[in-house]
C-alpha cells in the first residue's frame, strides 16, 4: 500500500510537472507570435513600416482587398 501511495505522488507530480511545461510553452509560443507581428514597429519608422502592406494590416483585412 505504502508503494501505491507513493507511485501515486510520484504520477501526480510528473502530471503537475508535465501540465507546467506544455502552459509555458504555449505562453512562450503566443508570446513570440506578438513580437513576431509586431516586430517592425519599435524599429521602423511609419513610412517604411507602411510600405510593407502585409506586414500592417491584419490577415482578414488582407484577405479582404
Not at 510528473?14 to 507581428?37: G, K, Q, V
Amino acid at each position: 500500500l505504502g508503494c501505491a501511495v507513493l507511485l501515486s505522488v510520484d504520477f501526480l507530480f510528473f502530471l503537475y510537472a508535465f501540465h507546467a511545461a506544455t502552459s509555458i510553452r504555449h505562453w512562450f509560443a503566443i508570446d513570440i507570435a506578438i513580437r513576431y507581428r509586431y516586430r517592425s514597429y519599435p524599429a521602423c519608422s511609419i513610412a517604411s513600416s507602411d510600405s510593407d502592406s502585409e506586414r500592417t494590416t491584419t490577415p482578414v483585412a488582407a484577405r479582404l482587398r
